[in-house]
């Protein structure tokens, strides 16, 4: 009998109704020749509650409070859903993600998956048990709870099909991956498929639809992931590994990302200590740099722009006064209206002409591009906030996504 490990997310397990329903679909498939394992998140918006109550109680909570308190979140919806199978007749077992033997490593509140040992679990399915595991959490090398950071639940439920060598089907309420978000562009296209690496960029472009760490895991261990509707019988997108661009176009994607700054800083003296000291200050307060250009030294100067998120501005603002003050000769400008356009695509490997017709679109739309960044198969651009609805529209037409 094969495994098959399911996730549910928690707009899926939102109230009782919906969780019974969920228990049909698990039984359908169950009754259909499976194994299931199935993986739930915390119901509806119970996790922003748990957050809100811990601020509320103190307004720099520990990270280890923290993390005991948003587990709960799932202990509550994956003892419903076994009541609810049990109700219908099915055996059913839940097991919190410590009892069931996840490890985790890593800081508190972002902690990652060190090893799943799947005994328990082997044994429930063999005494012909559905399987019920709470997303999100496990337990550290203290034997504290841990969690993986928000939206952390397609990660447990990944990393369980991956050491189970099954399938891996995300139940949400959505019809599957889109190139675009359905809610910038009405006519977006529902993805059959689509790759790992494409996937993985998407989803750390802030495409929003799954945790980029189980992306990453399902391509090491080659785990086939559904991203299917919880709500409809509908066939949804497929993750998987591929080589050619499966719909055979040039671009499967399109990304905005409206959180990040652009910071230009003109006339550095022309010295890499100066600027690796620079770039070494942002590293040292977290700092995420994303985008970075260097203009050639004219009169041993350089200008230098980057990009990095909005909410570390505060601390960016600091290192950048400091800077200043060391070497007053410099001007620097701050734009906080900027947003990255991004468009992915395995396609890209084998098609040529595609950043041309990318430009050329921005261009025909009197869209200014401030920075560019690529990589193999993602072109990124800085273009003005203003124009960021009229950008995705017409690359989205523009790629017929
Ligand atoms: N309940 C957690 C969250 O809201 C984990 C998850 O849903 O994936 O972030
Ligand atoms: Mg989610």
């Not at 019809?175 to 996937?199: C, H, Q, T, W």
């Not at 652009?262 to 003296?269: A, K, L, N, S």
Request: some cysteine.
């Amino acid at each position: 009998m094969h495994i098959v490990v399911q996730k549910y997310g928690g707009t899926s397990v939102g109230s009782t109704e919906r969780i019974l329903n969920v228990a049909k679909r698990i039984i359908a498939k169950k009754n259909s020749g499976h194994q299931i394992v199935v993986v739930v998140s915390a119901m509806g918006k119970t996790t922003d509650e748990l957050v809100k109550l811990a601020y509320a109680i103190n307004p720099a909570p520990s990270k280890r409070e923290l993390d005991r308190l948003l587990s709960t979140g799932e202990q509550i919806s994956i003892s419903l859903l076994s009541m609810a199978l049990q109700s219908l007749g099915y055996d059913a077992i839940s097991f919190t993600g410590p009892q069931v033997g996840i490890r985790t490593s890593g800081r508190h509140t972002k902690s990652r998956i060190a090893g799943i040992d799947t005994t328990k679990i082997l044994e429930s399915l063999n005494a012909e048990k559905i399987v019920i595991i709470a997303g999100f959490q496990g337990v550290n090398e203290n034997d504290d709870v841990t969690t993986l950071g928000r939206g952390g639940s397609d990660t447990s439920a990944v990393a369980l099909a991956c050491v189970l060598d099954a399938p891996c089907e995300i139940y949400t309420d959505v019809e599957g991956i889109y190139g675009v978000d359905p809610r910038l562009y009405s006519k977006a296209k529902k993805l059959d498929a689509v790759s790992y690496e494409e996937m993985l960029e998407m989803a750390s472009l802030g495409a929003g639809v799954m945790h980029p760490r189980a992306i990453e895991l399902a391509s090491k261990y080659e785990t086939p992931i559904w991203v299917a509707s919880s709500e409809f019988e509908l066939p949804g997108t497929i993750i998987k590994k591929g080589e050619k661009s499966m719909e055979g176009q040039s671009i499967t994607g399109v990304a905005i990302d409206n959180d990040e700054i652009m910071i230009t800083i003109r006339d550095i003296p022309f010295d890499t200590n100066i600027t690796s000291q620079f770039f070494s200050q942002f590293a040292t307060k977290s700092i995420n740099i994303d985008m970075i250009s260097q203009s050639a030294p004219i009169d041993g100067l350089i200008n230098i722009s980057f990009t990095a998120p909005a909410s570390d501005l505060d601390d960016a603002k600091k290192i950048l006064t400091t800077f200043h003050e060391k070497h007053p000769g410099i001007g620097v400008i701050i734009d906080e209206n900027i947003s990255k356009l991004s468009v992915v695509g395995i396609g890209m490997r084998s098609q040529s002409g595609v950043a041309a017709k990318f430009f050329q679109l921005l261009a025909d739309n009197n869209i200014q591009m401030l920075m560019i960044t690529t990589s193999e198969i993602r072109i990124s651009c800085i273009i003005p906030s203003v124009d960021k609805d009229i950008a995705v529209t017409a690359t989205a037409e523009a790629f017929e996504l």
